[in-house]
């Protein structure tokens, strides 16, 4: 089997083909560099002579005879198009299928505006070149094993972790899927299929992305959780459980784990695997980020709010009565297990709620996310999947919300708010979230799409109406959210779905009018 790159122009296939090719003992290989070899000369040229069909006639025969002739562990890396070639996606069949992603602004950066890259013949057009790279972006998703998602800046192009992110997925279940998650603070693998959770014990710690030498697991879980899937984890030092819901994550459960650590002589040598839905994950990493300065932790998420938001990007933390999410650090996981089975035991409400996340990741990317979600699609792994590359794409480019990051916040403020109002208590995350994004929509100045979001919410059975707090309470706990900076909160709207802006001031009378129309 073959390690095979694929991705758009400008992802920096043969770079990365290359080190991972000298990390791994094997031998690498270039398609295009290939081809212009054979050819005599550039693809550009080739094009100019023989149009772009014969050149892909030429390509596709190349393709398949250097991965029919590919060795155990080669690296080797695509043209951007050969995989449009139903004979080459066929050939590809026995080989581990790496995308190596790209946004088109940077794509464009190194290919379209780069000297060397303006010989290209699909490169000269900036409005031609972004729609090849959105028409291209589901087939690269779909045929892919693992997915990479694009280094930070300043960040070193091969991520150095990756072959022990692919040993992982070697021990994983057929059809499991690898996205290799990217921050300035650290990488880490993110496996992706159904049945991880029903591998069995030994199986299971396997995939675990840790030195597990001298690493023992402590597991923090809820009670119902944790008699559900916690034999499946394997060997455990201890299972620290908590009660379910939003009233646990507090300073006095993470002072129980801390104390609980401590008491079985838990070192920084150990690591923490949170099992279960956003509360756990969030409290779990929490006191993974504090204990004797930090230890390791691996989320398994078992809800769907966790598996395609909160399980990812490094944010963790509990409330306080004063405030949602109050206290906290940012703390990256050493990896993330998602079997999406386990969604089957979760309470038609919980999945509901969590299904409140799905749209708004849907909103912020736009695109084919937004095409289906808003047709009425289940959350099924695809979506997942889409809905996890949509966060660490952002996290990527922006770790610690100082800009791009922030779009994810889309309808949390007044969201977070109503939780804090009702105590914590009355609305579950995703249903407060919900009312949060009509309220959002509302200051975008989006009636139709608020209209469109709202028969969507009631389409599920969630709330679109707000009681149990009144107008003042909600203003009130908005202005203590932990966005605020000086006197200003700053809001993220919509222009239209995938298209995001962040940091907007809004006035205090149009903030109190969103909300007083939640309770009419």
Known sequence: M?????????AGKSTLARELAAVLDSVPRDTDAALERELGHSVAEEFERAGEPAFRAREEALVCETLAGAGERDVVALGGGSVLSDRVRESLSGHLTILLDVDPETAWQRVGEAPEGRGRPLARDRERFGALHASRSELYEAIAD??????????????????????????APAGTRLLWARSASGDYPVLLGA????????????????ERSRSRAFCVSDDAVAALYGERLGELAATFVIPPGEASKTLASAARVWESLAAAGATRADHLVALGGGVVGDLCGFCAATYQRGVEFVQVPTTLVAQVDSAYGGKTGVDLPAAKNYVGAYHQPAGVLVDP????????????????EVLKS?????????????????????????CARTKLAIVAEDERD?????ALNLGHTIGHAIETATGY??????????LGLLAALRLSGLEQLRAQVRGLLVARGLPVRLEGASLEAVLEASRRDKKRLGDTLPFVLLKAPGEVMVGCEVADADVRAAVAELLA
């Open 362 to 386: 849907a909103l912020i990317a736009g695109g084919g996310l937004w095409a289906s979600v808003s047709e009425g699609g289940e959350a099924d792994e695809s979506t997942i999947l889409r």
């Open 341 to 356: 089975t386990v969604l089957e035991t979760l309470p038609a409400a919980e999945l509901a709620a969590g299904w409140v």
């Open 402 to 406: 100082g800009g791009r990051r922030q």
């Open 2 to 10: 073959a390690f095979v790159l694929i991705g758009f122009m400008g």
């Open 146 to 171: 693992v997915l990479v998602s694009a280094a930070p800046a300043g960040a070193p192009g091969f991520p150095a972790g990756l072959p022990r992110g692919l040993d992982a997925l070697a021990a």
């Open 195 to 210: 049945g991880l959770l029903a591998a069995g014990e030994s199986s299971l710690q396997r995939m675990w992305p840790l």
């Open 425 to 434: 208590g009355r609305y579950r995350h995703g249903e407060a979230v919900g």
